[in-house]
Antibody, heavy 118, light 108 residues
Framework: EVQLVESGGGLVQPGGSLRLSCAAS????????MIWVRQGPGKGLEWASS????????HYADSVKGRFTISRDDAKNSLYLQMNSLRTEDTALYYC???????????WGQGTLVSVSS | EIVLTQSPGTLSLSPGERATLSCRAS???????LAWYQQKPGQAPRLLIY???SRATGIPDRFSGSGSGTDFTLTISRLEPEDFAMYYC??????????FGPGTIVDI
């Protein structure tokens, strides 16, 4: 059974940093492109970043480029998102997801909540 | 930059009725890389349709997707009580790499 479990969320002040993790199991993690998607309170879904197998290619949404860094450790079946210079508008539930063969996101975690507030 | 527009914003229907949801793209979507998701309150999104018309694993056949280019449709043939939820479309391939529509709420 495919499982994705996010962790690392919390309350942080503007300008602060957080590192999110996503632990994957039930599939060959190293073979898949992995994605971070976020959802602000009461809002829709927003793609944040993606990383291909063997850590290439890497892409970021303009809203997080230069502040967030995505990475993966295939030996640990884990995906990461280092978030620096956090802003109040980064407040959201952050999901990790696996990309399927047609650019779809076929499995999702339950999300980890990031709150940016003073 | 590609933009996805979903209509209507809210669809008010009754169980047993047919639901037709629209997703329109501002430019043609690469290789019909268009997916549909269902999201219920407090839950993660669930993949329903990929490649514009293929049902994901375990999705009932009352859900169907169609369309190509810039116009796509999700149809729920007969609404079940558990189908009342938010629905999002999503494209892959054009800048930005992944884009979601704003969603359609299907409510009673």
């Amino acid at each position: 059974e495919v499982q994705l479990v996010e962790s690392g969320g919390g309350l942080v002040q503007p300008g602060g940093s957080l590192r999110l993790s996503c632990a994957a199991s039930g599939f060959t993690f190293s073979s898949y492109t992995m994605i971070w998607v976020r959802q602000g309170p009461g809002k829709g879904l927003e793609w944040a970043s993606s990383i291909g197998s063997i850590s290439s290619p890497i892409h970021y949404a303009d809203s997080v480029k230069g502040r967030f860094t995505i990475s993966r450790d295939d030996a640990k079946n884990s995906l990461y998102l280092q978030m620096n210079s956090l802003r109040t508008e980064d407040t959201a539930l952050y999901y990790c997801a696996r990309m399927g063969g047609s650019g779809d996101l076929d499995y999702w975690g339950q999300g980890t909540l990031v709150s940016v507030s003073s | 930059e590609i933009v996805l527009t979903q209509s209507p914003g809210t669809l008010s229907l009754s169980p047993g009725e047919r639901a037709t949801l629209s997703c329109r793209a501002s430019q043609s979507i690469t290789s019909n890389y268009l997916a549909w998701y269902q999201q219920k309150p407090g839950q993660a999104p669930r993949l329903l349709i990929y490649g514009a018309s293929s049902r994901a694993t375990g999705i009932p056949d009352r859900f169907s997707g169609s369309g190509s280019g810039t116009d796509f449709t999700l149809t729920i043939s007969r609404l079940e009580p558990e189908d009342f939820a938010m629905y999002y479309c999503q494209q892959f391939g054009s800048s930005p790499l992944f884009t979601f529509g704003p969603g359609t709420i299907v409510d009673i």
